[in-house]
Structure formats: structure tokens, C-alpha cells
């Protein structure tokens, strides 16, 4: 099965350690948005904070457009193989959704959602920012578009949920692709 596993969810919100938890759960490979956007900025000697990764993705997509945006990032991973079992983390937005629904039909969206105040601190601990700084990083526009996704996600997750009631809701929704 070539099922695709988009997670969703605003910064530090738990996406990528659940990525990880669902890869060792499943035995699918992850690739990711802000790790593919990370590298391109390492490689062209970028600034790797936050907001620098948020402004290169938004003028990606504002250059390439979603689908342009998506061919990039399938080409960037050309070690990836895109036809089969694969999660992608760092779904942004409803229309990168909608084009990662166009190119690969069988899909399970997941999101990650928990409240500011742990995005706030998660990030002034994993990114040594203040606090200042992280609430100014949270209203990136980029940061509102993740609850438009909210309405399409076939399976949510809060940091408060049992991960293994949330795996077993996964292979469900797995099993009916």
C-alpha cells in the first residue's frame, strides 16, 4: 500500500517527534517540509532561525505556487520513494493539502494540535528564544493557516492523548484507504 501520512500542525506543536512515533510504528520513511526547507538554507548559507525557514517557504510557495511548491520538494528528496508508504511532516497549509491530495489520492491527514502557551515554551527551549520572541513567531500568517486544516484532518492529536489509542485510530483509518 502506498498510503501518504500528512501531519499537520503550527510550530512546535509535536509534529516531528510524532512523525518519528509513527514511522516506528509503521515502518514508513519520513520526509519533511521544514527539514527539506532547513537543509536548501544550510546549503545556500541562510539564517536557520524560525522565521527565516517560515519567510523561505512562504516565498517558495509565492514563487512556485502549491503545486510548483510540491514538485520542488519531491525533487529536493530524490531519494524519497514517492510511490510508496510515506509521511510527510510539516503540512502548513489547505491548499498544499489540497495539492498533496491531487498527487497522491490515498492520504491520511493528521494534526497536531496543542495550546500556545506549550508552543511558547517548547520553543524558547528548543530554539533558546524569549518568550517575546515566540509569541511574535506564533502570529506568523503561516502559523494561522494550520487551523484551516483543522476541518479536512481525519485524526487529530493533543499532547494529552494515549499514543497508543491514537495508533490504533491511525490503522484504522489506514486499513480503509
Not at 515502518?27 to 546549503?43: D, I, M, Q, W
Not at 510548483?68 to 520538494?73: A, D, N, P, T, Y
Amino acid at each position: 500500500m502506498n498510503i501518504k501520512i500528512f501531519i499537520a500542525g503550527g510550530a512546535c506543536s509535536g509534529k516531528s517527534i510524532l512523525a518519528r512515533r509513527i514511522a516506528d510504528h509503521t515502518g514508513y520513511p519520513v520526509a519533511s517540509f521544514g527539514g527539506c526547507l532547513r537543509n536548501y538554507a544550510r546549503e545556500a548559507k541562510l539564517p536557520l532561525t524560525i522565521e527565516s525557514l517560515q519567510s523561505l517557504g512562504q516565498g517558495l510557495i509565492s514563487q512556485l505556487g502549491y503545486d510548483g511548491f510540491l514538485q520542488w520538494i519531491i525533487s529536493y528528496f530524490s531519494n524519497v520513494q514517492w510511490d510508496n508508504a510515506l509521511i510527510l511532516d510539516g503540512v502548513r497549509h489547505i491548499a498544499m493539502y489540497d495539492s498533496l491530495k491531487k498527487a497522491f489520492p490515498a492520504n491520511v491527514l493528521v494534526c497536531c494540535v496543542c495550546d500556545r502557551e506549550t508552543q511558547i515554551v517548547r520553543m524558547m527551549d528548543r530554539d533558546k528564544v524569549s518568550r517575546e520572541n515566540a509569541e511574535h513567531i506564533l502570529l506568523h500568517p503561516l502559523e494561522q493557516f494550520v487551523s484551516d486544516l483543522v476541518s479536512q484532518t481525519h485524526l487529530l492529536f493533543h499532547p494529552e492523548d494515549s499514543l497508543e489509542d491514537f495508533l490504533d485510530q491511525l490503522d484504522t483509518l489506514i486499513s480503509q484507504q
